[in-house]
């Protein structure tokens, strides 16, 4: 019996002994540049791994990458490590894309904004692509998937991005965002500076758009609704306002 063989999805299977306990190995790999890639799957990713029983380690070069192991069943493993890999993709991926090519006349702040807001408003959508298209995929290089087998996504957000004039203004965004908010039944709570979904499950997404960020996350969560579980930041209770206005809710 071979002692080493490689699946699909970059999964190697590694025969641990004569008895043939079979441990199923998960590579996600990036290039340096991208690395925090990475290291954001590590960190989501690695409490999930331990709860079955696994470990995930990680490697930091000029290639960095995630290695996940498991002795058991690892179809949960591998399907919680597609759905990362497509968030990574559809925001992190997503966010660098608009920013170096959205042409308005906002400030930094309201940019990032911006741009956060035209994700969570395709998000879904975005997702369900990239995650048909990884089931199709041989390894997870993230870096080699996205500009090998994406390009037809790439041609979507250059339309979007194409329905944006040059002209667009503090007011225009407002008014974008005061449509989405009326366009989602979303729920999602804040407790000082942490985002938690429906669920209670911490949100910190919005690492992929380069840094922690409450308001970030709150845009990024396509929420409908925002209840603040005590007391938040006045910068947070401004933003509310601005954006949210009756869909934010005070205790």
């Known amino acids: 019996m071979p002692l080493y063989g490689k699946n699909l ?10 008895y043939n306990n079979v441990v199923e190995e998960i590579t996600v790999s990036e290039r340096k540049e991208k690395s925090s890639y990475i290291t954001y799957l590590y960190n989501v990713l690695s409490a999930h791994v331990i709860r ?5 380690e990680l490697l930091l070069g000029d290639r960095s990458a995630l290695i996940i192991r498991f002795s058991r069943d690892g ?11 497509t968030e ?7 966010y660098e894309y608009l920013t170096s090519r959205l042409n308005v006349a906002l ?18 959508g975005d997702r369900a692509y990239i995650r ?13 998937f996205y500009h090998f087998r994406l390009a037809p996504l790439r041609e979507k957000w250059d339309r979007i991005l194409s329905y944006i004039p040059d002209s667009f203004t503090s007011s225009d965004l407002k008014k974008f965002c005061e449509f989405l908010v009326g366009e989602s039944k979303n729920k999602i709570y804040v407790k000082g500076n942490t985002v938690f979904g429906e669920n209670f499950t911490p949100l910190k997404r919005s ?10 996350e709150i845009m990024l969560s396509d929420a409908g609704f925002v209840y603040c579980l005590g007391q938040v930041e006045d910068s947070v209770g401004d933003f509310l306002q601005k954006y949210y206005a009756e869909r934010a809710i005070f205790s």
């Open 207 to 216: 690492r992929l758009t380069g840094e922690e960020d409450t308001e970030i």
């Open 132 to 144: 048909r298209k990884l089931e199709k995929a041989e390894e997870y290089s993230i870096d080699g």
């Open 52 to 56: 079955f029983g696994g470990r995930s």
């Open 75 to 85: 179809s949960q493993i591998r399907t919680l490590v597609r759905d990362k890999v």
């Open 9 to 18: 999805f970059g999964v190697n299977k590694l025969h641990a002994n004569a």
């Open 88 to 94: 990574v993709i559809g925001i992190g991926y997503k």
């Open 107 to 124: 400030s930094k702040r309201e940019r990032k904004l911006l741009c956060s807001a035209l994700i969570a408003a395709d998000l879904e």
